[in-house]
């Protein structure tokens, strides 16, 4: 079988999980979107997934993701992985959106990236951001114990806009539980804010759940991709 079709049939499976467990919620399908997260893959594969209709993908690491994105420029990245502040001027230029901010810290430092990159055409609008909330406060993980603080950083940033909520449940813990808690906390954010917020949630092994508890958008690799190629 050829690496896109086997793309294909993988993205196809995906999809109609995604479609039955929305049913299963009762939900429209229509409304989760699918994101599927290249980190470790060839530029090439995105290449292919772009052929089969594609047209956003997550990647996890800075200088991985800016080297794809120069070499497939009709493509849209979102870094989905943990941004180090110094890293965060590059990742303002090239990212669709931010998943994974956590800090006031690093919000200065994507604002002021962000600034630039409008000011250079390298971006055509401003950066949006995702607050990664910690569920259980081990923030070595990544994740904020204080979303709301961040999302009025977020309203405040010249350059930055608020997108939603993302989370990833600790190891060993109820996952539907766990994003139960984030959709009601994004919901008592929509309200605080008076604006529509999304919910990043859900992976490979736990999409039905974040899908039955209400999120956007489901962030899946490996069972689209398959394994990670060997280094």
Do not use: Y
Request: glycine fraction near 8%.
């Amino acid at each position: 079988m050829s690496r896109i079709e086997e793309l294909r049939g993988n993205l196809a499976a995906v999809r109609e999980h995604i479609a039955a467990c929305a049913r299963e919620a009762g939900r429209d399908p229509q409304e989760i979107t699918l994101l599927p997260v290249t980190k470790f893959h060839p530029a090439s594969d995105i290449a292919l997934l772009a052929d089969l209709g594609v047209t956003e993908v997550g990647e996890n690491r800075e200088q991985e993701a800016r080297a794809k994105a120069q070499e497939i420029p009709q493509m849209r990245f979102h870094m989905i992985g943990q941004v180090q502040t110094k890293k965060a001027n590059h990742v303002a230029r090239w990212a669709a959106s931010v998943h994974s901010v956590d800090s006031l810290k690093l919000i200065e430092a994507l604002n002021r990236g962000a600034g630039r990159a409008l000011e250079s055409g390298e971006r055509t609008e401003v950066l949006p951001c995702f607050i990664q909330w910690s569920a259980d406060g081990d923030t070595q993980r990544g994740g904020s114990t204080q979303p709301a603080e961040l999302i009025d950083a977020l309203v405040a940033a010249e350059h930055l806009r608020p997108a939603g909520i993302m989370c990833v449940p600790p190891l060993g813990s109820d996952p539907a539980e766990i994003f139960r808690r984030a959709h009601h906390l994004r919901v008592e954010e929509e309200e605080r804010l008076g604006q529509r917020l999304l919910l990043s949630a859900g992976m490979s092994g736990d999409m039905r759940e974040a899908i039955a508890a209400g999120t956007d958008i489901v962030r899946v690799g490996t069972r689209i991709m398959g394994a990670r190629p060997l280094a």
